[in-house]
């Protein structure tokens, strides 16, 4: 290959490309320089600074993509080969040479107090006094109405008092004509368990169970403000909602993509002394005389890592990203394709709910599986192109025509998707694109230029881009900014309307199904232990998140996924510590008598 120092760019997740300086000599690679002040910080710096340390070291482009930033990690690795055939060289034999064997360190053995398997949009919590600060929009109103009508024989025993006070509650609202946002505990409350009532393909039906549930529900706000305690930032000019959230109670950091969750927690654990093993997957609990006492994992270089503990809590995420492990255990989709995408991180793979399967565990919710309606069609990604909360979405088919209630929960619209083909578009425009979650226009600018976002001046014209009747289009978003001025969708009950789409340019942005989200795992307690299949107590396991089943039932409302990881996971702590106090008072108190 020619010598040389050669100028490349490389397609980033949040930029639109990163500009990287690779330095060739003698046919190697001695030097890579990326400038990705573009990217979001905290999401890919794993990336930077370990990829090009081991092409470097090792010369293959035949280098592991780092769990969780896979779009980052090709950008490097395709940005490399790019200079690459600039001087000459063969790329693609480059990438198939054998990947670099890392050398293996010696096992190890520690022991801890508590050991952590797992580890960590808007987030959603009712909080009624921010709340009022917002005019209500057209059609929430009448969502309220719609669901105080629900006869009481249609909800379960269990939640019909706290339906009841909800009933209350909205209808004086209502009467007073206030024009503000309401939301309550109890709207959250009933809005979970309706949101996630299911019946599957065998007749079963599924809902959350009411103390956890309630238990969520009354504790998500206090999680909000213990965030905020820690040094989160919440934008408080807005409150937001997710696709298929039901109602606007999203609070959502400054910071993007989850970055000040990471760092702020991430920071306070290691201000605290603890340092994290990260590529280290847990494979096996250590259970002393039915106790759980430590897990026994395995590094990247092949080590053996044994952690001896008092507990083990599991927030190892669901099973989103083991295409078999959701194949094997689905009882509500008709198929779940084998090369279906997943939203998940690629080590989402069930680790955690096997481990607590090892230990007796009993289980709930298996078999419900969550499709995101609007992922990426390649990448199943949630945060390319023009993503907006559901009252700014229009969704249209491949012939340009609407074909659902944009508003309705996650599994609803999936179906819809699937039933009209599998590939839609979400149609924006200029000022709805101004409502987007975590993106930038440099992003967009870059998705446009490479094909896979769409934008025009005209809407003839971006219809005639994705191959539809450009008529058919315009007539369909006419029909829609009359529903808006309206205030009422006769076509599809559209339960909430926002903003028209009138002011170019035009966006469309492809979107298909894809795993998202399993409501399945083991079965809690209110306090997050793990029970067995019996309903006791497994001493020293507990579990939060979705590595637990038991609250979202057959489907998750969007948003409730971070009120259900900072809050179950706070109470998971809170009561192994409890535990393990009391353990220890009672040895004293033994010891002593």
């Given at each position: 290959?020619?010598?040389g120092?050669?100028q490349?760019?490389a397609?980033?997740?949040?930029?639109?490309?990163?500009p990287?300086?690779?330095?060739?000599?003698?046919?190697?690679?001695?030097?890579?320089?990326?400038?990705?002040s573009?990217?979001?910080?905290?999401v890919?710096d794993?990336?930077?600074n370990?990829?090009p340390?081991q092409?470097?070291?090792?010369?293959?482009?035949?280098v592991d993509?780092?769990?969780?930033?896979t779009?980052?990690?090709?950008?490097?690795v395709?940005?490399?080969?790019?200079?690459?055939?600039?001087?000459?060289?063969d790329?693609d034999?480059?990438?198939?040479?054998?990947?670099?064997?890392?050398?293996?360190?010696?096992?190890e053995e520690?022991t801890?107090?508590?050991a952590?398997v797992?580890?960590?949009?808007?987030?959603?919590a009712?909080e009624?006094?921010?709340?009022?600060?917002?005019?209500a929009?057209p059609?929430?109103?009448?969502?309220?109405?719609?669901?105080?009508?629900t006869p009481?024989?249609?909800i379960?025993?269990?939640?019909?008092?706290?339906?009841?006070k909800?009933?209350?509650?909205?209808?004086?609202?209502?009467?007073?004509?206030a024009?503000?946002?309401?939301?309550?505990?109890?709207l959250?409350?009933?809005?979970?368990?309706?949101?996630?009532?299911?019946?599957?393909?065998?007749?079963?039906?599924?809902?959350g169970?009411?103390?956890?549930?309630?238990?969520l529900?009354?504790?998500?706000?206090?999680?909000?403000k213990?965030?905020?305690?820690?040094?989160?930032?919440?934008?408080n000019?807005?409150?937001?909602e997710?696709?298929?959230?039901l109602w606007?109670?999203?609070?959502k950091?400054?910071?993007?993509?989850?970055?000040?969750?990471?760092?702020?927690?991430g920071d306070?654990?290691?201000?605290?002394?603890v340092?994290?093993?990260?590529?280290?997957?847990a494979?096996?609990?250590?259970?002393?005389?039915?106790?759980?006492?430590?897990?026994?994992?395995?590094?990247?270089?092949?080590?053996?890592?044994?952690?001896?503990?008092?507990?083990v809590?599991?927030?190892?995420?669901?099973?989103?990203?083991?295409t078999?492990?959701?194949?094997?255990?689905?009882?509500?989709?008709?198929?779940?394709?084998?090369?279906i995408?997943?939203?998940?991180?690629?080590s989402?793979?069930?680790?955690?709910?096997?481990l607590g399967?090892?230990?007796?565990?009993e289980?709930?919710?298996?078999?419900f599986i969550?499709?995101?309606?609007?992922?990426?069609?390649?990448?199943?990604e949630?945060?390319?192109g023009v993503?907006?909360?559901?009252?700014?979405?229009?969704?249209?088919?491949?012939?340009?025509?609407?074909?659902?209630?944009?508003?309705?929960e996650?599994?609803?619209?999936?179906k819809?998707?699937?039933?009209?083909?599998?590939?839609?578009?979400q149609?924006?425009?200029?000022?709805?694109?101004?409502?987007?979650?975590?993106?930038?226009?440099?992003?967009?600018?870059?998705?446009?230029?490479?094909?896979?976002?769409?934008?025009d001046?005209t809407?003839?014209?971006?219809a005639?881009q994705?191959?539809?009747?450009?008529?058919?289009?315009v007539?369909?978003?006419k029909?829609?900014?009359?529903y808006?001025?309206?205030?009422k969708d006769?076509?599809?009950?559209?339960?909430v309307?926002?903003?028209?789409?009138?002011?170019?340019?035009?966006?469309a942005?492809?979107?298909?199904?894809a795993?998202?989200?399993?409501?399945?795992?083991?079965?809690?307690?209110?306090?997050a232990h793990?029970?067995?299949?019996?309903?006791?107590i497994?001493?020293?396991l507990?579990?939060?998140?979705e590595?637990?089943?038991?609250?979202?039932?057959g489907?998750?409302l969007?948003g409730?996924?971070?009120a259900?990881?900072f809050?179950?996971?706070r109470?998971?702590a809170?009561?192994?510590h409890?535990?393990?106090?009391?353990?220890?008072?009672?040895t004293?108190?033994?010891?002593?008598?």
């Amino acid at each position: 290959m020619r010598n040389g120092k050669y100028q490349v760019r490389a397609q980033g997740h949040g930029s639109e490309s990163m500009p990287m300086a690779v330095t060739i000599e003698d046919d190697k690679i001695k030097n890579i320089e990326i400038d990705s002040s573009g990217e979001t910080k905290g999401v890919a710096d794993e990336v930077f600074n370990r990829l090009p340390k081991q092409i470097i070291d090792n010369q293959p482009l035949n280098v592991d993509a780092v769990s969780g930033a896979t779009i980052s990690s090709h950008g490097v690795v395709d940005g490399i080969a790019q200079a690459i055939t600039e001087a000459g060289g063969d790329a693609d034999e480059w990438k198939k040479r054998n990947k670099p064997a890392a050398a293996k360190a010696q096992d190890e053995e520690i022991t801890v107090d508590v050991a952590v398997v797992g580890a960590g949009g808007p987030m959603n919590a009712a909080e009624p006094d921010w709340q009022k600060n917002f005019k209500a929009l057209p059609g929430e109103k009448d969502t309220l109405k719609e669901l105080v009508a629900t006869p009481i024989d249609q909800i379960d025993p269990e939640y019909q008092d706290d339906f009841k006070k909800l009933q209350k509650q909205i209808k004086e609202y209502v009467d007073s004509g206030a024009d503000y946002l309401f939301d309550s505990t109890l709207l959250h409350e009933i809005q979970t368990y309706l949101g996630g009532k299911r019946t599957d393909l065998k007749g079963n039906e599924i809902h959350g169970k009411y103390a956890l549930v309630h238990e969520l529900v009354t504790n998500a706000l206090n999680s909000v403000k213990w965030l905020a305690d820690l040094g989160v930032k919440f934008d408080n000019s807005d409150v937001t909602e997710p696709v298929g959230g039901l109602w606007r109670r999203g609070h959502k950091p400054v910071e993007p993509m989850g970055y000040a969750y990471i760092h702020i927690l991430g920071d306070w654990v290691r201000d605290h002394g603890v340092d994290p093993y990260l590529e280290t997957r847990a494979e096996k609990l250590i259970i002393e005389d039915g106790k759980v006492r430590g897990v026994i994992a395995t590094r990247a270089d092949g080590s053996k890592l044994t952690v001896h503990a008092k507990a083990v809590i599991l927030t190892a995420g669901g099973f989103g990203a083991n295409t078999k492990m959701v194949q094997k255990y689905n009882t509500y989709w008709q198929k779940i394709d084998d090369d279906i995408a997943t939203t998940n991180s690629p080590s989402i793979t069930g680790d955690g709910i096997n481990l607590g399967l090892e230990a007796g565990a009993e289980l709930f919710g298996m078999g419900f599986i969550q499709l995101m309606p609007v992922a990426d069609p390649k990448t199943g990604e949630l945060f390319t192109g023009v993503v907006t909360p559901p009252a700014n979405y229009i969704m249209v088919n491949k012939e340009g025509k609407r074909f659902v209630n944009e508003f309705a929960e996650r599994d609803v619209l999936a179906k819809a998707v699937i039933a009209n083909g599998g590939l839609i578009y979400q149609i924006a425009d200029d000022k709805i694109k101004e409502t987007a979650y975590n993106t930038t226009q440099e992003s967009l600018d870059a998705q446009v230029k490479a094909g896979t976002l769409f934008r025009d001046d005209t809407l003839e014209g971006l219809a005639k881009q994705i191959d539809m009747d450009p008529e058919v289009l315009v007539d369909t978003i006419k029909k829609y900014n009359s529903y808006v001025d309206a205030g009422k969708d006769p076509e599809f009950h559209k339960n909430v309307l926002g903003l028209k789409c009138k002011v170019a340019p035009f966006y469309a942005t492809p979107r298909k199904p894809a795993i998202h989200h399993t409501m399945g795992g083991l079965v809690i307690d209110t306090k997050a232990h793990v029970l067995n299949k019996n309903g006791k107590i497994i001493d020293g396991l507990y579990s939060a998140g979705e590595n637990a089943g038991g609250i979202h039932a057959g489907n998750r409302l969007g948003g409730n996924s971070l009120a259900d990881i900072f809050t179950f996971g706070r109470i998971a702590a809170n009561t192994a510590h409890e535990d393990m106090s009391a353990e220890t008072d009672a040895t004293s108190g033994a010891s002593q008598g």
